[in-house]
């Protein structure tokens, strides 16, 4: 069974940065992109950052030159570095994961649990 664990959520000043870390576990043969998201109470899910390994990773543009987005293939896991944090950007993030199986032969989408981030004016 494969699963996705976020870590590094948490309370931040204005200003202040956060790392938050995913890292997939379980029967794997292989990882295609992963990615970020984050969602407001009411708001629909919006994708924050993304990476596929050799590629540019891709921002929305509220997180450009603020968020970077990273990856160990070794460890499974991506990462987003937060800088800047600003009140807005207290949502909760979840991480996304294009996974193929061990005994698969397709990619299939595989969510975290999310985690909180806060961000205090």
């Known amino acids: 069974q494969v699963q996705l664990v976020e870590l590094g959520g948490g309370l931040v000043q204005s200003g202040g940065s956060l790392r938050l870390s995913c890292v997939a576990s379980?029967?794997?043969?292989?990882?295609?992109?992963m990615a970020w998201y984050r969602q407001a109470p009411g708001k629909q899910r919006e994708l924050v950052a993304s990476i596929r390994s050799g590629n540019r990773p891709t921002y929305v543009d509220s997180a450009k030159d603020r968020f970077t987005i990273s990856r160990d293939n070794a460890e499974k896991t991506v990462y987003l570095q937060m800088n800047s944090l600003k009140p807005e950007d207290t949502v909760v993030y979840y991480c996304?994961?294009?996974?193929?199986?061990?005994?698969?032969?397709?990619?299939?989408?595989?969510w975290g649990q999310g985690t909180q981030v806060n961000v205090s004016s």
């Open positions: 996304n994961a294009d996974i193929k199986g061990l005994y698969s032969t397709v990619y299939d989408p595989y």
């Open positions: 379980g029967r794997i043969s292989s990882i295609n992109a």
